[in-house]
């Protein structure tokens, strides 16, 4: 029986050293190895030219360096490139590139499907299959960097920002996030600074606060609700983990980053959550927990539409005048440009193809029907706003 091979970009800098050493190889030799794959894209332990004769032998046969085969590749008309990959038994997941002026952005997913199941998120009506394994995590970015170098005949870095706002809720596969996380920022790898890489959560509390300390990077909450009642309908992991409970845990995750922020995504549902009244709902929640330390900004998302939902997105005067409510009450508000729409590559249509293994999707089609819930009145004024990031 032959043993399976190792996939190589399974791991991070630690992690390789120590299969090196179970080569009785040097530890450092990792070091060069990590570089060759993941600084210039070498898959081919042959050509390694300055790596020991003796590991390259080992390597053959035992390891690889394998990217999940490409099912598709689709270029939108603004640039943005989106790539499905087959990870097996019926499931392919989504990345998605974005470039910009100043920036390129890859968009890396962390799960075949979504176990949290919101309302507004075609992931989410799919259902959830399986978590990816660091390797198909890492894969993404490392097939997506080279290919673009080749393609773009550059030898420079072309992407400059990562994004963990593909498919899946990244901190529900913490063990196998944090190693390729630990890639992207090495500086032997991608070496992304810690800013420029971006965690989205939907608020898995206690991995938060994991977070913080094992590699506290860039972090994206999805709030989407100023009240529990109306949140725990569209995202129903409010109902173990609540707005009060997770507000704290991201002040608590700022502690250590003095100049850091989170940013708190909105997703703009027309009649559901983008009416005056939910603004300032909003504004009062922020001013509650402003005053404990918790730096941030607001990011819009007008909603994509997927046919499964049963929601429309809020009309763009609507989505302008919720953010002026923001602003002027000091909090500092984005509106997220759609990108790749025409490819179904924008923030939520990613669905890539999933053998759902739980009763989601089931569920979420009986439940299509959304209704509007009154915002209680909010606070007390507490006192001036605050701009809260500068
Ligand atoms: N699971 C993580 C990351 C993936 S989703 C999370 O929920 O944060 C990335 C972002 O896209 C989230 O803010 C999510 O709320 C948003 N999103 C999901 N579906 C969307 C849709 N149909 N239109 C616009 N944004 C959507
Ligand atoms: Fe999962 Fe995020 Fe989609 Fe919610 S929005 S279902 S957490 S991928």
Known sequence: ????????????????????????????????LFRWIHQ??????????????????????????????????????????????DVGGGNAIESVFIPED??????????????????????????????????????????AEHFLRRHLKTDERVISN??????????????????????????????????????????????IERLARDCP??????????TDELRSHLVPLNRKYPIDELLRTCTAYLAAAPRDFITFEYCMLDGVNDQPEHAQALIALMRRHGADGLRCKFNLIP?????????????????????????DAGMVTTVRK???????AACGQL????????RVHERMARQRTIVLHPVPNHAPDQGAPRKVVS
Not at 351 to 358: C, E, L, N, S, Y
């Open 1 to 32: 029986m032959t043993n399976t091979p190792v996939n190589l970009l399974d791991f991070d800098l630690e992690g390789l050293a120590a299969y090196c050493e179970t080569l009785g190889e040097k530890r450092f030799r990792a070091t060069q």
């Open 40 to 85: 210039r894209g070498v898959a081919d332990f042959g050509q390694m030219s300055d790596l020991a004769k003796s590991l390259r032998e080992k390597l053959a046969g035992r390891a690889t360096v394998t990217a999940p085969p490409i099912l598709s590749q689709h270029e939108s008309k603004d640039g943005t490139i989106k790539w499905l990959f």
């Open 102 to 143: 100043d920036r390129g952005t890859l968009c890396v997913s962390s799960q075949a499907g979504c176990a949290v199941g919101c309302r507004f998120c075609s992931t989410g009506h799919q259902g959830f299959s399986r978590n990816l394994a660091t390797a198909e995590i890492v894969a993404q970015l490392w097939f």
């Open 162 to 207: 990562v994004v963990m706002m593909g498919m899946g809720e990244p901190l529900q596969n913490y063990d196998r996030l944090v190693p390729a996380l630990r890639v992207m920022l090495d500086d032997h790898g991608y070496g992304l600074s810690r800013r420029r890489v971006t965690v989205s959560t939907s608020g898995v509390v206690p991995m």
């Open 217 to 226: 990077v860039a972090l994206a909450v999805s709030l989407h609700a100023p």
């Open 303 to 327: 909603f994509n539409p997927f046919p499964q939902s049963g929601l429309t997105r809020s009309p763009t005067a609507r989505v302008l005048a919720f953010g002026k409510l923001l602003n």
């Open 338 to 344: 759609t990108r790749g729409d025409d490819i179904d």
């Open 351 to 358: 669905a890539g193809d999933v053998r759902d293994r739980t």
